[in-house]
Nanobody, 115 residues
Framework: VQLVESGGGLVHTGSSLTLACAVS????????MGWWRQGPGKERTLVAR???????DYSDSVKGRFTISRDNTKNTIYLQMNNLKPNDTAIYYC??????????WGQGTQVTVSS
């Protein structure tokens, strides 16, 4: 399985970004999916997850600001991030699973939010 994240960048506080994760090697419709992030000096944590039936769950730190979605026809998942804050600065990764990752990690995409 290959995971390729994209869409990160350097933005100001309050800005929006949409991340994408292209998945190859498996059919996305068969798996729950999630977005993780790893901030400077911090452990990688799950911030958004989506079941196969499109049930959603978010960490308290991003709830109300981030939205996870999927396009099974493109085998791609997305993370819409609004009202970004400096604490959102991290490398963002996608993976299968909703509690622990199923596959090897991709390279991630860097999101930097300046104050």
């Amino acid at each position: 399985v290959q995971l390729v994240e994209s869409g990160g960048g350097l933005v100001h506080t309050g800005s929006s970004l949409t991340l994408a994760c292209a998945v190859s090697g498996v059919s996305l419709r068969s798996y729950p999916m999630g977005w993780w992030r790893q901030g400077p000096g911090k452990e990688r944590t799950l911030v958004a997850r989506m079941s196969r039936s499109s049930g959603f769950d978010y960490s308290d730190s991003v709830k109300g600001r981030f939205t996870i979605s999927r396009d099974n026809t493109k085998n791609t998942i997305y993370l819409q991030m609004n009202n970004l804050k400096p604490n959102d600065t991290a490398i963002y990764y996608c993976n299968g699973g909703i509690t622990a990752p199923l596959w090897s990690w991709g390279q991630g995409t860097q999101v930097t939010v300046s104050s």
